[in-house]
């Protein structure tokens, strides 16, 4: 009976640091911790981030101060690199933040994730 409740204890506490280790309060800091094309910690950090960060209505200035630069951007968007597993020669799995701007101003923020067939 004392084994079979240790096995259950290690399987809940085992369990529990693996359904949250990927998880990680937003810290603009580690966002931008990267190569340039790899960031170690956004995934972990996007939901966070949208939940406990009103990006709408940020302007232009503000995101880049709280985020830092975009890896894309032009008069309509800016778009921050999350994730991409690459395959020889194309991706095949793309995750990305997109935050739609309208007068420099953010209208929408959402994830885009892609997956190809191949």
């Not at 004392?2 to 290690?10: A, D, E, G, M, P």
């Not at 998880?23 to 949208?50: A, I």
């Not at 968007?77 to 991706?91: D, F, S, T, W």
Request: glycine letters at 6%; aromatic letters at 12%.
């Amino acid at each position: 009976m004392r084994n079979k409740s240790f096995i259950i204890f290690w399987g809940v506490i085992i369990l529990s640091f693996t359904a949250c280790k990927n998880h990680s309060k937003f810290n603009s800091d580690d966002w931008n911790e990267g190569d340039g094309l790899t960031f170690s910690y956004r995934d972990g950090m996007v939901d966070d981030l949208l939940q406990s960060y009103k990006l709408k209505g940020l302007k232009y200035q503000e995101v880049i101060h709280l985020l830092h630069r975009p890896q894309q951007s032009n008069k309509s968007e800016m778009v921050y690199e999350i994730e991409e597993l690459r395959k020889p020669g194309k991706p095949h799995y793309v995750k990305q933040l997109i935050l739609s701007l309208k007068d420099s101003v953010v209208t929408d923020a959402k994830i885009y994730e892609h997956t190809d067939k191949k």
